[in-house]
């Protein structure tokens, strides 16, 4: 079983930057590859990005592309999306999840098995 907590969320500035982090517990992080997921007030959740297991591959999702890099840090167990350029249609609830690194399927929120609390990213224009 593999826990997850997301930190480093907050208020940001449009145009600000933040670095989220998603610490693993509880299993081998190298086994999963690690995938983040938004769900703003009122909206459906959806894909922002993700990372395999060995850190070589990385999608995003188009709203985010050139703005968001995600990363991991496997001796370390976490996982990093570093949030650039940000806009005012970003704000939500920002969620950590992984999934096993067999996974084919990346930017659907059922390939993850387990999932963190999530952390509130607010952007003041």
């Known amino acids: 079983q593999v826990q997850l907590v997301e930190s480093g969320g907050g208020l940001v500035q449009a145009g600000g930057s933040l670095r989220l982090s998603c610490a693993a517990s509880g299993g081998t992080f190298s086994s999963y590859s690690m995938g983040w997921f938004r769900q703003a007030s009122g909206k459906e959740r959806e894909f922002v990005a993700t990372i395999n297991w060995s850190g070589d591959s990385t999608d995003y999702a188009d709203s985010v592309k050139g703005r968001f890099t995600i990363s991991r840090d496997n001796a370390k167990n976490t996982v990093y999306p570093q949030m650039n350029s940000l806009k005012p249609e970003d704000p939500a609830v920002y969620y950590c999840?992984?999934?096993?690194?067999?996974?084919?399927?990346?930017?659907?929120?059922?390939?993850?098995?387990?999932w963190g609390q999530g952390t509130q990213v607010t952007v003041s224009s």
């Open positions: 999840a992984a999934r096993s690194r067999f996974t084919v399927v990346t930017i659907v929120g059922a390939a993850y098995a387990y």
